[in-house]
């Protein structure tokens, strides 16, 4: 008995260490497993610890290889936060490889680096080199971009008549916002004076005007058709008081700016007025709307109407809800419709025919200059819109996507149009208390009956 007892014990420590170290073996593969298939689900609402998808479409195209080395502080809070965003950067892309060096025990790499402050990086690749103080998303791609772009791409602002400035950091205005977007996108930003002799410069990829509200004189409308003329570029932004000379640039190539106002009842924003709309039509086969994860919201849009362009190619890709009419502008707000209700178009594409070997030029007219100041940008699909339009006005097809929204932390930032605020009314308001009451009446009836 004393035996069989001796080899029962043994039995069971030997079922016990097995037991053990398969439980070991078991979270060894679970951790290994984790680590190489990681799975996040970000809540956060700036979805702070996620790639947006044009930094995974950058990533993914990346042709050469990156080095980035990171100057740091052990006990700096920050490092945490650059380690998780270089980690998301190199799962994306082999080509991509970075380094963190503490500033304090390597004091003599940062100085071969010209480098004295704590969260800075240096992108290395090819021989070219981009410094960066402030690391986030954006900068990072932007500086990827820089070290590995073929050529800088230069926009020119119209300037001189009323226009939005990119210089500008007004808030109802100015377009700063616009140029600091760009400059990250590879893109040389510029000012355009039309007076000046030398008429649009030979270098420019794109020539943008947004919002102008005096004429342009006869010798810089020449300017601007000979530019076009000649397979250049064109960003128009109008707006209901944009002059009739100036609208005529789109209405040359069929896109006729109509002096009137966009009203959209069912798609303005809850509690708003009716000229400031959220424009739900996006066209899913054009580059520029298809790639939109929200719709952009317009304030005093003018509907643009599409007529035969010839040659040309024309594309209607930017429309407002059914239930929209155009109606005069007054002082003050809008006035009675002045048609039948229908989606009206609000944002539309050129692609010039071609004689020959000549290049073949690009335009898109909107008709709102105001979605891309300062203030509203960040608005749903503002800033995706603008910047990606400038991607495929200049051929860039590859970097157009969706971006990180820049939302105010500790808020959530969401915008309902008035149809669904009056469903939220109705659900919160009138069908759910119903639906308790007729609960309470059929429990007080059956108790009645017991």
């Known amino acids: 008995m004393a035996g069989a007892t001796v080899i029962k014990g043994k039995r069971g420590v030997l079922a016990l260490v097995v037991g053990?170290?398969?439980?070991?073996?078991?979270?060894?593969?679970?951790?290994?497993?984790?680590?190489?298939?990681?799975?996040?689900?970000?809540?956060?609402?700036?979805?702070?610890?996620?790639?947006?998808?044009?930094?995974?479409?950058?990533?993914?195209?990346?042709?050469?290889?990156?080095?980035?080395?990171?100057?740091?502080?052990?006990?700096?809070?920050?490092?945490?936060i650059l380690k998780d965003l270089l980690w998301r950067v190199g799962r994306?892309?082999?080509?991509?490889?970075?380094?963190?060096?503490?500033?304090?025990?390597s004091p003599a790499r940062a100085s071969r680096y010209g480098i004295d402050r704590y969260g800075a990086l240096v992108i290395e690749s090819g021989g070219r080199r981009r410094d960066i103080s402030s690391p986030s998303e954006g900068a990072?791609?932007?500086?990827?971009?820089?070290?590995?772009?073929?050529?800088?791409?230069?926009?020119?602002?119209?300037?001189?008549?009323?226009?939005?400035?990119?210089?500008?950091?007004?808030?109802?205005?100015?377009?700063?916002?616009?140029?600091?977007?760009?400059?990250?996108?590879?893109?040389?930003?510029?000012?355009?004076?039309?007076?000046?002799?030398?008429?649009?410069?030979?270098?420019?990829?794109?020539?943008?005007?947004?919002?102008?509200?005096?004429?342009?004189?006869?010798?810089?409308?020449?300017?601007?058709?000979?530019?076009?003329?000649?397979?250049?570029?064109?960003?128009?932004?109008?707006?209901?008081?944009?002059?009739?000379?100036?609208?005529?640039?789109?209405?040359?190539?069929?896109?006729?700016?109509?002096?009137?106002?966009?009203?959209?009842?069912?798609?303005?924003?809850?509690?708003?007025?009716?000229?400031?709309?959220?424009?739900?039509?996006?066209?899913?086969?054009?580059?520029?709307?298809?790639t939109l994860e929200a719709p952009p919201v317009f304030s005093y849009a003018r509907p643009l109407m599409v007529t035969d362009a010839g040659k040309d190619t024309v594309i209607s890709f930017l429309k407002t809800g059914s239930s929209s009419y155009p109606a005069a502008l007054v002082p003050g707000g809008a006035g009675a419709p002045q048609a039948p209700r229908a989606p009206l178009t609000v944002g539309a594409a050129v692609m010039r025919s071609t004689e020959g070997d000549a290049r073949r030029g690009r335009m898109?007219?909107?008709?709102?200059?105001?979605?891309?100041?300062?203030?509203?940008?960040?608005?749903?699909?503002?800033?995706?819109?603008?910047?990606?339009?400038?991607?495929?006005?200049t051929r860039e097809e590859s970097l157009i996507a969706a971006r990180q929204q820049d939302k105010e932390r500790g808020r959530e930032q969401f915008f309902v149009t008035a149809e669904q605020g009056s469903l939220a009314f109705w659900l919160a308001a009138v069908v759910q208390p119903a639906l308790f009451l007729i609960a309470g009446a059929v429990v007080v009836a059956r108790r009645q009956r017991q």
């Open 20 to 80: 053990t170290v398969g439980l070991i073996a078991c979270g060894a593969l679970l951790l290994t497993l984790a680590y190489r298939h990681n799975v996040r689900i970000d809540l956060s609402p700036q979805r702070g610890y996620t790639l947006s998808t044009h930094a995974k479409k950058i990533l993914t195209a990346v042709g050469r290889d990156v080095h980035v080395t990171v100057f740091v502080r052990s006990e700096d809070p920050r490092t945490p």
């Open 92 to 105: 994306e892309t082999p080509r991509i490889s970075y380094e963190l060096v503490d500033l304090n025990r």
């Open 140 to 290: 990072l791609i932007s500086a990827i971009l820089d070290v590995t772009g073929d050529h800088e791409r230069i926009a020119y602002f119209i300037t001189g008549h009323g226009e939005h400035s990119p210089d500008s950091t007004d808030r109802k205005t100015g377009y700063s916002t616009v140029k600091r977007t760009l400059e990250e996108e590879f893109f040389s930003v510029r000012e355009l004076p039309l007076v000046s002799k030398g008429g649009v410069p030979a270098d420019a990829d794109l020539v943008v005007s947004a919002g102008a509200r005096k004429d342009y004189f006869p010798e810089e409308l020449a300017a601007l058709r000979a530019y076009r003329d000649r397979g250049g570029n064109l960003l128009l932004l109008l707006d209901p008081e944009t002059p009739a000379s100036i609208a005529g640039l789109a209405a040359d190539v069929g896109v006729v700016p109509l002096t009137q106002v966009v009203v959209d009842p069912e798609r303005r924003l809850a509690a708003g007025e009716g000229v400031t709309v959220m424009v739900s039509g996006l066209e899913p086969s054009f580059l520029v709307s298809g």
């Open 364 to 393: 898109i007219v909107y008709g709102d200059a105001d979605f891309a100041t300062n203030g509203v940008i960040d608005y749903l699909g503002n800033k995706d819109l603008l910047v990606n339009s400038a991607n495929w006005l």
